[in-house]
């Protein structure tokens, strides 16, 4: 009962839980800080992958130039979510895995290939390679970059 008699009181200023336990003040201040943050890194994946479906499915450009502007952003959050998961670790002991995944140069190569815009797909997947970022698949980004080689070369002969 005690945990729940202190997450549930208010707040005496804005930057101090008087009462509260060490743990939970540091989670308390950690939500404040960065939840803002999270939410933005769920709605901006939520977002890629539903005009990245929607595009796939009906070709619509409207659709694809909100896909460039949804990874744009959670592209522009990644620091952001970088600092927020070391500051996780220090003050929560929360340990992340290094993610070698990237939704977005996954989803914009499938995209440009979609497009049939081989060489901006291409590119994608050199800068996934270089960044060491995989797929989510077998090949990884590599496999995936000799098929868009392969594709391109048939679409000009």
């Known amino acids: 009962m ?11 200023t804005k930057d101090t839980y008087e009462g509260y336990s060490t743990e939970l003040k540091n989670f308390c201040e950690y939500r404040d800080k960065y939840q803002n943050v999270w939410n933005l890194y769920a709605e901006y994946k939520e ?20 896909l460039l502007i949804y990874c744009q952003k ?14 996780d670790t220090r003050v929560n002991g ?30 994608i997947c050199n800068e996934a390679i270089a960044k060491g970022y995989t797929d989510g698949t077998k090949g990884g ?9 392969k594709k391109q070369f048939e679409t000009m002969h």
Request: charged fraction near 30%; glycine fraction near 2%.
């Open 2 to 12: 005690g945990f729940f008699k202190n997450i549930f009181k208010t707040r005496k």
């Open 94 to 123: 929360t340990i992340y895995e290094k993610d070698t995944y990237s939704l977005v140069h996954h989803r914009l190569a499938m995209a440009y290939e979609k497009a049939e815009c081989y060489n901006s797909a291409i590119n």
């Open 74 to 87: 959670y592209n522009d959050i990644l620091p952001k979510i970088e600092a927020a998961k070391k500051e």
């Open 47 to 66: 977002k890629i992958n539903y005009y990245y479906y929607n595009y796939i499915n009906t070709k619509n450009h409207s659709d694809f130039n909100s």
């Open 141 to 149: 980004f590599e496999a995936r970059l000799e098929r868009l080689k």
